[in-house]
């Protein structure tokens, strides 16, 4: 299994976020089971989710203080890349 996505270590947290699709973001049960599947990938960290609307612009979901910190970077100072699992 490969993903997108990148480890953050801020403020003494260490958080994973992962590239999903759009419909996965809008559905509250379907993230929380990705988030959930994700959990395993990236044991003892919290996991955000991250998709992006049709222009382009991220949306994020998981943790609410994550959330807020993410929300308020441009998604190009995170150092995205590909996780291979498995």
């Known amino acids: 299994m490969k993903v997108q996505g990148a480890v953050i270590k801020e403020q003494g947290q260490t958080f994973a976020i992962v590239v999903v699709k759009k419909h996965i973001i809008d559905?509250?049960?379907k993230s929380s089971d990705a988030?959930?599947?994700f959990s395993h990938l990236f044991?003892?960290?919290p996991v955000v989710?991250?998709?992006q609307d049709s222009r382009g612009i991220p949306k994020y979901r998981g943790r609410k203080d994550i959330v807020n910190f993410l929300a308020?970077?441009?998604p190009s100072r995170i150092p995205w890349k590909?996780?291979?699992f498995g």
């Open 82 to 84: 590909e996780y291979t």
């Open 72 to 74: 308020s970077i441009h």
């Open 35 to 37: 988030i959930n599947s």
């Open 43 to 45: 044991p003892g960290m």
């Open 49 to 51: 989710l991250m998709a």
């Open 27 to 29: 559905s509250q049960i």
